[in-house]
């Protein structure tokens, strides 16, 4: 697995290099509130190959995954935001920004699960 390291100012995280076949598969995911059926933690699973990490590749992983759907949830909310403020029709980019913020919960909560399983932190 290829890692990066970006220094904040608190604090240094490290992130694995993601796919855009893997990104697509996790943007592509049906939304789902409350709870993950088997078929979209199956879906999870695999594109992050969770049982082929270690420990520590699962955190890089969910640094990369929250990462990655950061930028997107930003992106649309700040679309919807100029939207608004042109009076133009904004609903798909909340639409899209509602459905991340879904997304990310659904992912982590499936790497989360993972890491209780194997006895880490959470």
Known sequence: MTT??????????????LSDDTLACLYMLEPEQHIVTEANVETIRLA?????????????????????FDNLIHYHRVMAEHLSAKGSDSKVHWKEYDDNMTRISMITCVIDNEKWNRGLAV
């Not at 990066?4 to 290099?17: C, G």
């Not at 190959?49 to 590749?57: A, G, M, R, S, V």
């Open 48 to 68: 992050l190959n969770i049982k082929d990490l270690t420990d520590d590749e699962l955190t890089y992983v969910r640094n990369s995954v929250v990462k990655a």
């Open 4 to 17: 990066y390291q970006i220094t904040y100012p608190r604090a240094t995280v490290t992130y694995a290099e």
